[in-house]
């Protein structure tokens, strides 16, 4: 190995003299000194919920570096030093070993650091006595010290922490009660984790290299990744590290400094996946590494420029056709009379279109930021989680049942609006409403998209929120700008009235599909009193209607539907969902779940993963078309096909982190193992003979 420069090693060595320095006169002061008050780096410790005696619990010491500041990972690289923990528990307990997320790394003077820039937590597992009444409070205490730093100085700190932990009956489920929003907190910062590779990895140690064989399967996506390894001074830390595949193999091969002349038994380590915090840890052991491969080229980044403008270009497509897509008929008949009304003049369609754009637009952001907000703060949902949600879809109801009254000519307030017809706020409105109601499908090109927003910072995320947005309203903003295209419109006339007419149907179909999903989601109870709601809704909504036609003031009967529409949503008792059953088909399905999918790749047979919702009508097309058909069955029995169904009409944490894991946002979502293959998503839009030319290929 070549010598590095004189004055990189002389930096290096007053780099570590001075946090050496900085950490033999911070801990050796005073235990009494209030260490917690002036701290760089904010600690505390928190207990998760439902400890039971006898039974394993976990401890997070949660950290907060403030702007600029950095702590360490176990191993800190270069330079730096891992946090110490002092523990003092209850009698009989026992603290395991600390678990760490995946660190960054930072270069600082030729030194690599292993850190974290941003807040974080350390999980420790901790098992409690058997034998401990419920209800019984243990104190925890925990004195820990840690090293603070920026690019320029280091400050040792230490924090005397403290928490309880409250002894649940043995009955209780999981994140009950009050202590769910903490629950939560502890599956974030679970999930956070590296995942253990269920494979051990082998490594050849040599005087000037260690390389390492790590199982991976190839179709996983490696943006900028990076070996930490536990040993202290087994690697340089600072070289750069190459990376090469060789089938399901990833080959690593990591230089050695002079002095690392020792050999290891085992090695422990974490390869970095990407840049969002994604890992897996691994135990390596001595054995065959074998050579060349394919190179990898690791200085892709997923949220690097050049990436953007191609998911940019997809968002764009995908609202396109969005438009286009089965799930988005029941709203065209909003979008029908808006095309008939820009024929009336130039001034106005462009106005008409760019609020409608907008209306479009701003439902995406708010969606989209609104999911961000959710998925940062731990819960698992996805693209078209508003429809999960039972008070979402009373709302969505009531406002298909106002509008259906509104095309049959109930009413003459706006569509869907309190304003005039065809006026710039009721395109707003129709806009908003036509979002909200058509994003929950994905489709092509969407889907590649949205899921990649779910990953991706959040100004790049928002920006591929507006675009689908834009996507969306595209075929309107064009007309509203370009002459040639209005000018083929029929003119506004009497056809109208007889067209907004006929357009009650998709609108009224689409009202009682709400009420369906009401009562998949809420129960029998819960819709029946929806019901009644809707009823005295049209019974008050014909009323504004027979007030405008006599020439009256209708403001009491639109303030009596008003009230109607908010007393439905506070006075709606509890939801109880329907129990879940698993939906006919006349394929040999089974529920969905990491488990089921483990066993079913491990039977050597051709695994088809089916992942669908209620309230998805792209879904739904896709059964009728290639799924539940009598040659699909016939070709999966040949094949020995086993079938995974997972229902999403109902938020699911564990089909949320399996559609994350695929890089999709949303259903439908299809995917295909063969037998000792990788996974290979399959289209959105299913063709007829798909799925039994997939089988008949996997039965030869």
Avoid at 26 to 46: D, K, M, T, V
Avoid at 205 to 234: C, N, Q
Avoid at 325 to 330: E, K
């Amino acid at each position: 190995m070549a010598l590095r420069p004189y004055r990189l090693i002389m930096a290096q060595f007053f780099h570590a003299a001075l946090i050496a320095l900085a950490v033999l006169l911070g801990f050796s002061a005073s235990a009494s000194e209030a260490w917690g008050a002036q701290n760089h780096i904010h600690a505390r410790l928190l207990a998760a919920p439902g400890a039971k005696a006898g039974d394993k619990t976990v401890l997070a010491i949660e950290m907060k570096p403030e702007k600029g500041w950095h702590g360490y990972w176990l191993n800190p690289g270069d330079a730096g030093l891992g946090m110490q923990l002092d523990w003092t528990l209850p009698e009989g307990s026992e603290a395991g070993e600390p678990r760490y997320p995946v660190p960054h790394t930072l270069l600082v003077s030729g030194l690599m650091n292993h850190v974290y820039e941003s807040d974080y937590a350390v999980l420790v597992p901790l098992t409690l006595p058997e034998g401990i009444k419920a209800g019984t409070r243990l104190p925890v205490r925990l004195s820990a010290r840690w090293l603070a730093c920026t690019e320029q100085i280091c400050v040792p700190e230490q924090a005397e922490l403290a928490t309880e932990i409250v002894v649940a009956p043995a009955d209780t489920p999981a994140n009950a009660g009050s202590d769910a929003p903490l629950a939560k907190r502890f599956a974030k910062w679970t999930r956070q984790l590296p995942a253990p590779l269920d494979a051990p990895a082998r490594m050849a140690l040599t005087d000037k290299t260690l390389r390492l064989a790590i199982p991976l399967p190839a179709s996983v996506e490696l943006v900028h990744p990076h070996v930490f390894v536990r040993e202290d001074k087994l690697v340089d830390y600072a070289a750069a590290q190459e990376f090469a595949r060789k089938g399901d193999t990833l080959i690593v091969t990591i230089a050695r400094p002079d002095f690392a002349a020792r050999d290891a038994e085992t090695l422990e380590g974490l390869l970095r996946l990407d840049d969002f915090g994604n890992g897996i840890s691994f135990t390596a052991k001595p054995g065959a590494v074998p050579k060349g491969g394919t190179p990898l080229d690791t200085g892709k980044s997923a949220n690097a420029l050049p990436a953007l403008p191609w998911l940019l270009g997809a968002a764009l497509l995908g609202g396109l056709l969005l438009n286009v897509m089965p799930c988005v008929f029941p709203i065209l008949s909003l979008k029908a009379l808006s095309l008939a009304r820009a024929g009336e003049s130039t001034a106005h369609a462009r106005i008409e279109g760019l609020a409608y754009t907008g209306g479009v637009i701003l439902a995406c952001l708010g969606l989209g930021a609104l999911l961000l907000a959710l998925r940062a703060g731990g819960e698992q949902v996805g693209w078209a989680f508003q429809l999960q949600e039972p008070l979402v879809v009373v709302a969505l109801l009531l406002l298909a049942t106002a509008i259906t009254a509104n095309l049959l000519g109930a009413f003459e307030f706006a569509v869907p609006g309190f304003a005039s017809a065809g006026s710039p706020q009721g395109a707003f409105a129709t806009g908003l409403l036509a979002a909200f109601v058509a994003t929950p499908c994905t489709g092509p090109f969407m889907a590649s998209a949205m899921g990649a927003a779910l990953l991706l910072p959040v100004l790049p995320a928002l920006a591929l929120f507006a675009t689908l947005g834009l996507g969306i309203a595209l075929p309107f903003l064009a007309i509203a700008f370009v002459p040639a295209l209005r000018t083929r419109l029929p003119r506004p006339g009497r056809w109208m009235t007889t067209f907004r007419r006929w357009m009650a149907i998709p609108m009224g179909l689409t009202a009682l599909a709400l009420a369906w999903l009401t009562w998949k989601l809420g129960g029998s109870i819960y819709a029946s009193v929806v019901l009644l709601f809707a009823l005295m809704l049209v019974v008050a909504l014909i009323a504004v209607g027979r007030a405008q036609r006599r020439g009256r003031r209708a403001r009491p009967a639109a303030v009596l539907a008003l009230f109607d529409v908010v007393a439905c949503l506070a006075l709606l008792p509890a939801a109880t969902p329907m129990a879940a059953q698993e939906a006919a088909s006349i394929l040999d399905t089974r529920p969905f779940s990491a488990a089921a999918l483990a066993e079913a790749r491990a039977s050597g047979k051709p695994v088809f993963v089916w992942m669908t919702a209620d309230w998805c009508l792209t879904c739904k097309v896709n059964e009728q078309v290639a799924i539940e058909r009598e040659d699909t069955r016939e070709a999966f029995r040949k094949a020995g096909v086993v079938v995974l169904r997972g229902d999403w009409t109902r938020r699911d944490p564990a089909i949320t982190e399996y559609l994350t894991g695929m890089g999709a946002a949303g259903v439908p979502l299809y995917a295909w193992y063969a037998p000792g293959g990788e996974v290979e998503q399959l289209p959105q839009v299913l063709t007829p003979d798909l799925l039994a030319d997939r089988a008949e290929r996997s039965g030869r």
